[in-house]
């Protein structure tokens, strides 16, 4: 079991080393990557602890995971500040835009507007947890594919958010999908393609 | 649709896959708000309460008295230009004793934790003088009485159009039309983190649009040379017009620069709000005469922009409202007034569109009204003034590459409509929260043409720099591209790496990652990247052909792989101009001020429950002249995302300003398209080439967000019967007038 504090975020560096250089427009495709992105490297979480920490212990993409925080941290902070977990995102911090989704025991809910600490002995699934190591999640797969996304800031949140819903609903309908993830804004709009790519991962196309 | 011949299997023509869509789909993609390193400080900036004030003082006592707190920073810490703006250089980096809009940044603060610095903030005490805010453009532009916003009194910019002198004709119809506050709305909020470098300067990751303008503002109020301020692209989600001016960014390299460490700043979605420029609010009265069969005579519009508290790009809004402000069509007499104004509203600058959108929604509105009045049907009246190539428009610029309008329409009304509803409750306007059974239910279909500026207008020196390498990688070709050319999510690396692999005929390319240290690409903005930096690609790909071409004539029979393995690496850097464009005159509007012209047309089908005043967009029909596809998947993701934009500014989308004070910064209450807003889309893309420009491409991002909205206005309008001169239409428009 890892023990987690503000002061030892468990594979932090490696994370956002690997990312900073990915954000920074590295694209290798098809070929060998060569560019070196001139960035920082990376550490430690914020520096102090607000006055008052609670423990809280919870199963986080399969590990378990120990760590104190403030009552009043959201998940939302607690997975991206404390766990190193940026996939989840915050558009809009008060539930109204579904970039934070992620899967509470299989379920969808929105970490932005959720305590970290009412989470004793939950398991939470966000999308750096989908993939089988280098194997894509079909849905992922799928967004791939069909090209479900422009920016890509809400897609943590739509793919996490498709994956419950096809949980919920392994077969649903055009209509069904786009009610049940209207939760989930994107403002490029690619609504159309993200249809597509739940259908298809709906079907065992991708 | 035709295809193209390429030499690789992801070349031009393909839709090949984006080369970060595996990061974005794992989460591992690093936005700028996911950025972090050792040692790290957050800022955090006070921002003015008041529209209009002046300010009698401001203590920082409390606030560095505050455990954690590093700095605290106003105007008289900026260490050089205290101004910075993209047109003029208007606007503070730091209240300079006055501010001119809510939300306006007067301090700023650095700590070692979020929560702290935004409680130091709240502590700063600043002592306000409130004075008369000018929130109403009209009085503002035209009452000499009106106290001034600007320096230089309240007018930005008048930009009249003038042709010929006959105004009068057998038709005549007029209207005033009103477009709302339109918010980008971009779901990654500003940030970026600024890191003190040990030669005195500073390196910021961020997220913008326009790396080295960046640069070109943040370096002189640094009081630092250009080449040690380096930034580099971070993660960006979404810009759509928002990052093109500065937010952050001169206020973390500060900070940065104060700490001596690394200091991260992340806008909260309230925050974002006060953070970038809106799309500027319009006023405009139009009169339109033409002959009994609908052909046009004259066009006369004032159009009034409200710029808000500081210039950003006004000027070049108001130029796209005027040279663009009667339309694609064929009008030989022209009277046409744009101004863009100051007041102490939100500023407004740039959203894509750019000008162009506000007018289109009033011309369109227009035609409509034209051919009620001479018996037409709007597709018929609409292809009687189709401009076309050869025609001029209103500025007296000829266009000189297709422009096939007339066709377009055509194609677009012989669409098959959609079926009716089949009272599934979910089909219904309100989806599942009805509370009827569609008793009150009409369908209304509306049509809507737009055409849009592509790349920088009115003599800009508008190019894109790019730096191709051809070398061996393990023993292969492979090409390493380098471009300041920010990817916003339009899929610019995608189009950079085709460009590479169909020029020089090699698979494996990789896209650098974008930042100064190459020169400039310019704005991602204008829908220019593709045709500008595409361009730059294309002519630095044929310079390191023709260098392997002159060596491999020198020395027959060698492979590529062998002259790459004994002459090592072929490296060639280009910048790509766009013919030259020239300014409008300044009392006539007239000039080439334009290099491209984009034409989208749209036809929107609406249910309406007229009783409950509730819109459903049941489906959008378009066709677009692209020039030639370069990535067909991408291509019709800016469709789609375009055509949603401007369903949102014809239903939802309004930034709503009461004396000059936000009222809805949040997103419970400035409303976007969600999935269920968004219909399914008929598109239709033509490829007419421009021979002026790469590949014969049209720059496509932004007309399909023109035509969208008088399309689906015109559609409620035949549903309900309303005037609705107004957008967005709000409920009430439509059940309670």
């Known amino acids: 079991m890892d023990e987690t504090t503000r002061e030892s975020p468990p594979s932090r560096r490696a994370f956002l080393s690997r990312s900073l250089t990915a954000g920074a427009g590295l694209a290798a495709l098809g070929g060998t990557g060569t560019a070196t992105a001139a960035a920082p490297a990376v550490a430690a979480a914020a520096a102090v602890d607000p006055p008052e920490t609670l423990p809280v212990s919870l199963t986080v993409n399969g590990r378990r995971r120990t760590l104190r925080t403030d009552p009043r941290t959201s998940l939302l902070d607690a997975l991206r500040e404390d766990l190193g977990l940026t996939g989840p995102k915050k558009g809009c911090n008060q539930g109204a835009c579904g970039a934070c989704t992620v899967l509470l025991d299989g379920t969808r809910i929105l970490s932005c507007i959720t305590f970290a600490v009412m989470f004793e002995g939950a398991e939470i699934t966000t999308v750096e947890g989908l993939a089988d190591g280098d194997r894509l999640h079909p849905v992922q797969r799928a967004f791939v594919e069909h090209d479900g996304f422009q920016c890509g800031f809400c897609t943590s949140g739509q793919i996490t958010s498709a994956v419950g819903l096809l949980a919920e609903n392994p077969r649903p309908s055009t209509a069904e999908i786009k009610e049940l993830m209207s939760g989930n804004l994107c403002r490029c709009a690619a609504y159309p393609n993200i249809v597509a790519a739940v259908e298809s991962a709906a079907e065992g196309r991708s | ?737």
């Open chain 2, 1 to 737: 649709m035709t295809s193209t011949d390429t030499r690789t299997s992801q070349g031009i023509g393909q839709s090949a896959p984006r080369p970060d869509g595996t990061l974005k789909v794992t989460g591992e993609f690093a936005y700028s708000s996911d950025l972090w390193l050792e040692d790290m400080v957050w800022g955090v900036t006070l921002r003015s309460p008041h529209p209009a004030a002046r300010i009698r003082s401001i203590d920082l006592g409390p606030a560095l008295a505050m455990p954690g707190v590093l700095a605290v920073l106003t105007h008289e810490d900026v260490p050089g230009e205290k101004h910075h703006g993209l047109e003029l250089r208007d606007q503070p980096v730091l209240a300079v004793d006055r501010v001119r809009y809510q939300g306006e940044p007067v301090a700023l603060v650095a700590a070692d934790h979020p929560e702290r610095a935004r409680r130091a903030a709240a502590a700063i005490v600043v002592d306000y003088e409130v004075t008369e805010a000018v929130t109403d453009a009209r009085r503002a532009a035209f009452d000499p009485a009106c106290p001034k916003v600007g320096e230089r009194g309240n007018i930005l910019r008048h930009q009249p159009v003038r042709v010929g002198s006959v105004f009068e004709a057998p038709v005549v119809v007029t209207g005033e039309y009103e477009v709302g506050m339109q918010d980008q709305a971009f779901l990654g909020p500003e940030s970026g983190l600024a890191v003190p470098a040990e030669d005195g300067g500073v390196d910021l990751y961020v997220a913008t649009q326009w790396l080295h303008v960046d640069r070109d503002q943040i370096a002189p109020c640094l009081g630092l040379p250009a080449e040690k301020v380096r930034v580099s692209l971070a993660g960006v989600g979404g810009a759509f017009g928002a990052r093109e001016d500065l937010s952050m960014q001169v206020h973390a390299c500060l900070l940065a620069l104060r700490t001596g460490r690394p200091v991260k700043m992340v806008y909260n979605r309230e925050e974002s709000f006060f953070g970038h420029v809106h799309r500027h609010p319009a006023w405009m009265r139009y009169e339109h005469g033409a002959t009994r069969d609908g052909r046009l005579i004259y066009v006369k519009a004032e159009i009034l922009l409200d710029g808000g508290a500081y210039c950003s790009s006004s000027p070049a809004v108001v130029g796209n409202a005027a040279s663009l402000g009667a339309g694609p069509y064929e009008v030989g007499n022209v009277e046409i007034d744009a101004y863009g104004v100051y007041t102490n509203n939100p500023p407004c600058g740039a959203m894509r569109g750019f000008g162009a959108v506000q007018a289109c929604f009033a011309y369109e509105s227009q035609m409509d009204r034209l051919a009620e009045a001479c018996g037409l049907s709007p597709v018929e009246l609409r292809i009687r003034n189709a401009v076309s190539q050869g025609s001029r428009l209103i500025t007296g610029q000829l266009i000189d590459s297709p422009a096939p309008l007339a066709g377009m329409l055509a194609e677009l009304e012989a669409f098959p409509l959609p079926a009716a509803s089949d009272g599934d409750l979910r089909e219904l306007p309100g989806g599942v929260a009805q509370t009827t059974h569609g008793e009150g239910v009409r369908r209304g279909v509306g049509y809507g043409v737009g055409i849009k500026n592509i790349c920088f207008s009115e003599g800009f020196d508008d190019y894109s720099t790019a730096r191709v390498r051809l070398e061996l990688a393990g023993g292969e070709p492979h090409v390493l591209v380098h471009t300041a050319a920010a990817e916003v999510g339009q899929g610019l690396v995608t189009v950079q790496a085709q460009v590479a692999r169909t020029e020089l005929g090699v698979e494996r390319v990789t896209v650098a990652p974008a930042d100064t240290t190459v020169g400039s690409a310019g704005s991602s903005s204008a829908s220019r990247q593709s045709y500008v930096t595409g361009g730059a690609v294309k002519t630095a790909c044929e310079a390191v052909r023709e260098r392997l071409a002159e060596l491999a004539a020198a020395h027959p029979g060698l492979t590529t792989t062998a002259l790459l393995q004994r002459f090592g690496p072929v490296e060639e850097t280009r910048e790509y101009r766009h013919r030259p464009t020239f300014p409008m005159d300044p009392s006539t509007g007239q000039g080439d001020s334009h290099t491209q012209l984009a034409l989208c047309v749209h036809r929107a089908v609406v249910d309406v429950d007229v009783e409950l005043g509730l819109v459903k967009v049941v489906e959008l029909a378009a066709v677009q002249d692209v020039g030639k596809v370069l990535n067909l998947l991408a291509l019709e993701g800016q469709i789609h995302g375009g055509s949603a934009q401007g369903l949102g500014l014809a239903l939802m989308e309004e930034v709503l300003v009461a004396d000059g004070r936000l009222r809805n910064p949040s997103f419970t209450d400035y409303l976007i398209p969600t999935i269920l807003d968004m219909p399914p889309m008929k598109v239709s893309i033509l490829e007419n080439p421009d021979p002026a420009a790469p590949y014969g491409l049209r720059g496509a991002g932004e007309p399909p967000t023109l035509s969208t909205t008088p399309a689906v206005v015109a559609a409620v309008r035949a549903a309900t019967g309303r005037a609705l001169s107004r957008v967005p239409i709000r409920p009430e428009h439509i059940a309670l007038t």
